[in-house]
């Protein structure tokens, strides 16, 4: 891994406010930022990035590569849960193998958003069909999840239906936010879109630093709330991202040459979801212990991605 990439990521102004957030809860300072305020400006970030991608796809043909890239994704996606579960059923009940497996298959759009801060960062550019894509594998990665789960629940008590999950997944409010910002930003008018790129772009960094300060505090409340579970699930939420990021990273240069597109893959296949896939999990796994899988996604996977994993995955793409 190239250190100097490693310290410019930890020593990024947006990061360091993330590590505020995790220090101002251990010393258990008063610091909040109110929940209405958090929620608008997470769907503040999805809005920007979704715009932003749409906007740039409308100024590109579609390719083969593009085609490629969007299967891509729900292959990894669809893949991800199948081993998953079946590693962790030997330590878990199914519901809670199910529900993990489902997370981790599936993506973070805040893991997604600070990738593009790193690629920002580091002047590497990347498509905007990458929004699409990582709007296209939250579905799948749920999908396989509820399957995996029913196939192997014997007592098979729940019948939330399929299709009603699917409906679930691509309507949840993060997931419809970013597809309907990128249809939206790929239809308008060039000309009109100008009036709003100062909201979509100059304040946007300021927005992703407040919003990690939060995303720290919460995870340093997560992070604790598993210890039940051992020291396999923490073990867990490091190597298996980390093994999923390097393996998509290498991967990745048959379906594009572009070293963005490539980290942003890898950032994606190396996440785990903490918003949406509970959302689903609610319905589809209602004996699934949220104890367990949101604080893997959110206490562990999301800081070791945002730290370490995005200079691994792109030393990983730099050498090859």
């Known amino acids: 891994m190239d250190f100097q990439i490693l310290l410019s990521n930890l020593t990024n102004p ?29 769907l503040y970030l999805l809005f920007a990035i979704g715009f932003k991608g749409g906007q740039e796809l409308a100024h590109s043909s579609f390719t083969i590569e593009i085609f490629y890239s969007l299967v891509f994704g729900i292959v990894i996606a669809s893949l991800i849960p ?18 993990v497996a489902a997370a981790y298959g599936s993506v973070s759009a805040v893991t997604f958003v600070a990738a593009t801060e790193f690629l920002a960062y580091q ?70 879109a100008e009036g709003i790129e100062p909201f979509t772009t100059d304040i946007f960094k300021g927005f992703l630093a407040i919003f990690l300060l939060e995303m720290g505090m919460v995870t340093a409340k997560r992070f604790g709330a598993f210890r039940k579970y051992g020291r396999f699930v923490t073990l867990f939420a490091i190597v298996v991202p980390a093994i999923n990021g390097c393996i998509v990273a290498a991967l990745s240069g048959l379906i594009t040459a572009s070293d963005g597109n490539r980290l942003v893959f890898a950032i994606l296949a190396a996440s785990a979801s903490y918003i949406a896939v509970p959302a689903a999990m609610r319905l589809a796994a209602p004996k699934a212990d949220p104890g367990l899988y949101i604080p893997m996604a959110l206490g562990v996977t999301f800081p070791f991605n945002i730290t370490i994993g995005m200079p691994l995955y792109y030393a990983v793409i730099q050498a090859l």
């Open 14 to 42: 947006t990061l360091l406010f993330f590590v505020l957030g995790i220090f101002a809860a251990i010393v258990k300072s008063d610091l909040e930022i109110p929940a209405s305020s958090s929620k608008f400006i997470s």
């Open 82 to 99: 199948l081993y998953v579960f079946f590693i962790l059923k030997r330590k878990l009940n199914v519901y809670d193998a199910g529900a």
């Open 123 to 192: 002047s590497v550019a990347f498509g905007g069909e990458m929004v699409a894509v990582m709007a296209l594998m939250e579905a799948p990665a749920i999908i396989v999840g509820v399957i995996l789960l029913k196939r192997n629940d014997k007592e098979s008590e729940n019948q939330t239906s399929i299709s009603k999950i699917v409906r679930h997944s691509f309507t949840n409010g993060s997931v419809l936010m970013i597809l309907g910002s990128l249809f939206i930003g790929l239809i308008a008018d060039s000309k009109q």
